[in-house]
Structures are given as C-alpha cells and as structure tokens.
C-alpha cells in the first residue's frame, strides 16, 4: 500500500494525486494542514527535511519532489504508462516538467502568496508570523514569502511570476497547435504536471493569460473533463480553500494586465 502525505491545494501534492488517479492505484494518506504548519513537525521533516509536499512511502521507503514521484509511480506500476517508449518523446515530457521545477513553481508560489494567503498571513500577530517564516528551510523562499506577504503583487518578484507563467503558457500554446497533449498525441506525465498550475492560475483570476491562446484553453478544458480532476482536485477543497481563492480577484487581474502590458 502507498501512503501519501499531501496538501489539499498544493500544486505539488496534485500532481501525485492526479498520476495516482490516472493509474488507478490505490493509496492512503494524510493531509497536512499547510497553513498551520503541520509540514514542519519533527516527525515529518524525517521523511521530508524540506518540510514540503508530497511525500510518498511505498513499502517502508520514502520519496520526496513530486517530479520524481510521479516517475516513480509511472515505472513501478507500468500501466497505463504516462511515459512513451520513444526517447525523443521521453525526453520531450522531462523538458517541460524540468520547466515547472526550474521557474514556474517558484512563480506560482509568489503570486498564490501575494493574491490568496498575504491577508490571512497579515492578521497574524508579528511574532507568529516570524515564526512562520522561520520555519522555513529554504532561504530563498522564506524570502519570497516575507516580501509577497509584505507588498502583495507589489513585490518585485512577483511580476517576474507573472512573466514565467506567461512564457509557459506561451510554449504550451505552441506545443499544442499540433497536437492534442503537450508531449505529442497521447496524455502523458507532461498533462499531469502542468494541469494543477494552470487550474492554480485561473484560481487566482489569471485565466487571462490564455484568453486569446485557444489550444491551452481546449486543452484545459479536456483535462477538467478527466475524472481524475474531479478526484485529485476538486473533492479535496475545503470550505476555506474555497473562501481564500474564491475571490473575486480584480487586484490580480488588473495588476496581471498591467505587468504583461509592460513586459
């Protein structure tokens, strides 16, 4: 049996679920409050020292960084595989998931900081918040955070978020325009990584971004269609998911155009 430690809104945490749902594998788990810091107890930064999800222990053993796990999971229960044959096209879905971990993870975190957390975060008194911050292993994002919750979109990191979810969406548009999936004909690990960032996207008002970019909005809307979406994403969103990316978010959507238009 695989037990995963996830989030209910972690892009991360989606994408095992969705692969775990495209395979049609059976797993249990926990869901880590992300907001209240259960990611930092002693006991999971055993398995996990980034203090992040997912995690995934099959048989005693565990795996961190979702990229690896969904690999993982595609090789060690082979069908239906999500990866081809062909080296080429390998190769090809390692390329944009490699995009995801290089830039657009980090993007999606600044901007789901500075639009759906910054209030919630604020109201917390000054020496909560700190602590917050400092348990937070990685430096640079720390600092990301403490600048997102301090000055929103405002922050200078934050429109070049914008920038990298807009070339991505961009090379998607391209990729697209010939064939149905990002990685030629077939559904593949490229769907399942970028599916939770793009539905992240239009959950912070940033669904224009592929309002004139016709095959990423086909191809979205295939992937909603896909039983694994409702499985993976929509049922795990609790009432106050729903309340912090609710909205509406006409800042963001108005701060986006503003940042694209001078990009």
């Not at 495209?22 to 992300?34: C, N, Y």
């Not at 796990?69 to 082979?78: G, S, T």
């Not at 080296?87 to 995801?100: D, F, G, H, Q, V």
């Not at 922050?155 to 979810?165: D, E, F, G, T």
Request: proline letters at 5%; hydrophobic letters at 45%; a neutral charge.
């Amino acid at each position: 049996m695989l037990y995963l430690y996830h989030g209910t809104t972690s892009v991360c945490a989606i994408k095992a679920r969705i692969a775990l749902e495209e395979k049609s594998i059976a797993w249990t788990g926990e869901v880590l409050d992300l907001r209240r810091g259960d990611q930092h107890r002693p006991e999971y930064l055993k398995l996990n020292p980034n203090g992040v999800v997912p995690t995934l222990v099959h048989d005693g053993r565990a795996l961190i960084e979702s990229t690896l796990i969904i690999e993982y999971l595609d090789e060690a229960f082979p069908a239906p595989p999500l990866m081809p044959s062909d080296p080429y096209s390998r190769a090809t879905i390692r390329l944009w998931m490699k995009r995801i971990d290089d830039t657009l993870h980090a993007a999606c975190s600044a901007i789901t900081f500075a639009v759906a957390f910054r209030k919630e975060l604020q109201a917390k008194p000054a020496t909560e918040l700190e602590a917050h911050l400092a348990r937070i292993p990685d430096m640079a994002y720390r600092e990301r955070q403490r600048l997102s919750i301090a000055h929103g979109l405002a922050a200078p990191h934050v429109a070049q978020a914008v920038r990298h979810y807009d070339k991505y969406i961009a090379q998607m548009e391209e990729a697209l325009s010939g064939c149905a999936y990002l990685a030629g004909d077939s559904y593949s690990l490229a769907d399942v990584a970028a599916t939770p960032y793009v539905n992240r996207a239009e959950m912070l008002g940033m669904a224009g971004l592929w309002a004139k970019r016709a095959h990423v909005a086909g191809w979205f809307e295939r992937m909603r269609q896909r039983p694994s979406f409702d499985i993976a994403v929509t049922r795990w969103l609790t009432g106050a998911d729903r309340r912090r990316f609710g909205g509406p978010h006409e800042e963001a959507r108005k701060a986006l155009s503003e940042i694209l238009a001078g990009a």
